[in-house]
Nanobody, 116 residues
Framework: QVQLVESGGGLVQAGGSLRLSCAAS????????MGWYRQAPGKQRELVAT???????NFAGSAKGRFTISRDNAKNTVYLQMNSLKPEDTAVYYC??????????WGQGTQVTVSS
């Protein structure tokens, strides 16, 4: 009933920038938090960054200082600005919307590839 539409992925050179967006639509009363996760081939999915509806943020150590997460609560949209990209950032990036501690939704994923 809830759909997440991600966009902004692509191929960039090391040191470049990319901005991901994720828009949530459907039936829900509120959103507690939104975030971005990534999964490289053969690797476990990991947290990149999260943001609560109140604006609190959390970042993976590898993303801190390079990535910025923001949101537009009125549009139920979350963004991930990625700067100084490295080849190790290459992964499928997934948007997540947390409705409650027991309910969350995932996007379909968008590919980010960083060439050396």
């Amino acid at each position: 009933q809830v759909q997440l539409v991600e966009s902004g992925g692509g191929l960039v050179q090391a040191g470049g920038s990319l901005r991901l967006s994720c828009a949530a639509s459907g039936s829900f009363f509120s959103i507690s938090a939104m975030g971005w996760y990534r999964q490289a081939p053969g690797k476990q999915r990991e947290l990149v960054a999260t943001i609560t509806s109140g604006g609190g943020t959390n970042f993976a150590g590898s993303a801190k200082g390079r990535f910025t997460i923001s949101r537009d609560n009125a549009k139920n949209t979350v963004y991930l600005q990625m700067n100084s990209l490295k080849p190790e950032d290459t992964a499928v990036y997934y948007c997540r919307v947390v409705v409650s501690s027991t309910l969350s939704y995932w996007g379909q994923g968008t590919q980010v590839t960083v060439s050396s």
